[in-house]
């Protein structure tokens, strides 16, 4: 960042998600003048129809340990995060600490689940393994294919609707001023809006998930849409009630997550490379039906709310892109499957920036300068 960026200068945000209110609302709170530029903040995009998971341990694989450590810090982060953030909105930002469960079905489930909790105690970050019956024990609604598991208690949730709306709160009490016209793209003291129009701003900040690579030269080519399609299911009178925890699954090789909510629960999701194809298919919806079925048959009894599509920010190497892209135009997109989680140490990283500061050193792993050879 250039040395004169000071507090009081003019900050763009564009993108009203998860990220784009959190850089906006720290940012605002800390003296800069923000102007968050979003034809629907806090409604749009990947984190409206998120389930909310904050688990950087069981979304952990082989091979992708610098996702695990940004995301372990990020997590560290969380609590202090919605306090702040509830002080300031007035407003619960939902965040559940109730843990989280990773069960299996079959055999090859199990002994992928294996696999996880070596790597995991390789890591120094052992978690316990269960039985499906200490698992039952545990979460009643959990069915009898259930065979086994991990209780991975450290990994959270968040209601991601509770909380945007609380950050939308926030950044209204701290005076951010709201742009609702749409973007075309960004560069170095301008963000061009597709009215031809333009906001003038000392620094950019491109926090619009999927839809960045699109916004500024230097990002073409690093950010795709992964598509995702996410289900949400209420609790009628007379069912089961949603567990209490976290539950992911292994189905037959297929994942499935259970984000409890206070009605019911999130079921996600499907994964696929299609573009922003934005139809919830016929396929992914009884896919993830059937397999969440197979965790907790009391499902059957719930009301289907809601089918969605999302788009995730996709990477290269599944990390994201925080960091100067050009003179004064910042990003903090590719946060993939953890927007929500990354959320509070990509704000502070962004802050940092802004004020000339050091980012926190887990967020370097970010530093969009490592994969200038791909945008090449
Ligand atoms: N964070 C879970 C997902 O992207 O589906």
Same mark, same amino acid.
């Given at each position: 960042m250039s040395s004169d960026v000071v507090v009081g200068s003019r900050v763009?945000?564009?993108?009203?998600?998860?990220?784009?209110?959190?850089?906006?609302?720290?940012?605002?709170?800390?003296?800069?003048?923000?102007?968050? =530029?979003?034809?629907?903040?806090?409604?749009?995009?990947?984190?409206?129809?998120?389930?909310?998971?904050?688990?950087?341990?069981?979304?952990?694989?082989?091979?992708?340990?610098?996702?695990?450590?940004?995301g372990s810090d990020s997590l560290a982060r969380w609590p202090d995060f919605a306090a702040r953030l509830r002080?300031?909105?007035?407003?619960?930002?939902?965040?559940?600490?109730?843990?989280?469960? =990773?069960?299996?079905?079959?055999?090859?489930?199990?002994?992928?689940?294996?696999?996880?909790?070596?790597?995991?105690?390789?890591?120094g970050r052992a978690v316990r393994s269960l039985t499906g019956r200490e698992l039952r024990r545990l979460e009643p609604?959990?069915?009898?294919?259930?065979?086994c598991g991990l209780d991975v208690p450290g990994d959270l949730a968040v209601d991601n609707r509770a909380l945007l709306t609380a950050l939308l709160a926030a950044c209204e009490r701290r005076g951010v001023r709201f742009d609702r016209r749409r973007v075309a793209?960004?560069?170095?003291?301008?963000?061009?809006?597709?009215?031809?129009?333009t906001v003038d701003t000392d620094v950019v900040v491109v926090c619009a998930g999927a839809w960045s690579g699109s916004l500024h030269p230097a990002l073409a080519g690093l950010i795709?849409?992964?598509?995702?399609?996410?289900?949400?299911?209420?609790?009628?009178?007379?069912?089961?009630?949603?567990?209490?925890?976290? =539950?992911?699954?292994?189905?037959?090789?297929?994942?499935?997550?259970?984000?409890?909510?206070?009605?019911?629960?999130v079921l996600g999701a499907t994964q696929y490379e299609a573009g922003f194809d934005a139809d919830v298919t016929v396929g992914g919806v009884r896919d993830l039906l059937r397999d969440a079925e197979r965790v907790m048959p009391?499902?059957?009894?719930?009301?289907?709310?809601?089918?969605?599509?999302?788009?995730?920010?996709?990477?290269?190497?599944?990390?994201?892109?925080i960091g100067e892209v050009a003179p004064g135009v910042l990003v903090a997109a590719g946060h993939h499957r953890n927007g929500l989680l990354l959320a509070p140490v990509t704000?502070?990283?962004?802050?940092?920036?802004?004020?000339?500061?050091?980012?926190?050193?887990?967020a370097r792993v970010a530093d969009p300068a490592r994969l200038a050879a791909v945008s090449r």
């Open positions: 763009a945000v564009v993108g009203g998600g998860v990220v784009g209110l959190s850089a906006a609302w720290l940012a605002a709170s800390s003296g800069f003048a923000v102007t968050l =530029v979003d034809p629907c903040p806090a409604r749009g995009g990947a984190s409206w129809v998120a389930g909310g998971m904050l688990a950087p341990v069981t979304e952990a694989w082989p091979g992708e340990e610098a996702v695990l450590a940004l002080a300031d909105s007035g407003a619960d930002p939902g965040l559940d600490e109730a843990g989280t469960l =990773v069960v299996a079905v079959d055999g090859a489930d199990a002994e992928v689940l294996r696999v996880l909790a070596d790597h995991l105690a390789g890591l609604g959990l069915g009898p294919s259930v065979r793209s960004v560069d170095t003291g301008r963000v061009h809006l597709d009215d031809g129009s795709r849409p992964v598509k995702g399609e996410i289900l949400r299911l209420r609790a009628r009178r007379g069912a089961l009630p949603p567990p209490s925890r976290t =539950v992911r699954a292994l189905v037959e090789g297929r994942p499935a997550y259970l984000v409890p909510r206070r009605d019911g629960l009391g499902l059957a009894e719930y009301a289907l709310d809601e089918a969605v599509t999302g788009f995730r920010a996709g990477s290269p190497d599944n990390l994201p892109l704000a502070e990283a962004v802050l940092a920036m802004l004020r000339g500061d050091v980012p926190p050193e887990s």
